[in-house]
């Protein structure tokens, strides 16, 4: 990545309304803290490109150090927080993957 406005940023929250980007020095400072809602983040995860609504935000506040993720993260995470075993959420991921390339014939049986 060449210059700091050349990636789509991965925000997270580091104090009060400040959300900053994970992997360069961009943030966006109090005073313009609206204007996270015109924006995109990279999922912490996966960087899977994902918009700055506020229930991404909060779950990200809530329960991932204010690190935001995509939906497919949030779900997998709200999961881990009920109690399901990660290496079952893992294994059917993994089948689930394997079907899919099976079905687009990427895999030959
Ligand atoms: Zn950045
Ligand atoms: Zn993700």
Redesign the pocket.
Known sequence: MAGPSKHTHKYHKIEGNLWACGDCTHYLPKNVASMIYTRFSR?W??D?IVKMTDPVMDFAEMHNNGRI??D??IERLKKVLAGVDIDLIEAAEAAAKLQEQIDKGDIKL
């Open positions: 999922c995860e996966c899977r993720l995509c497919v993260h």
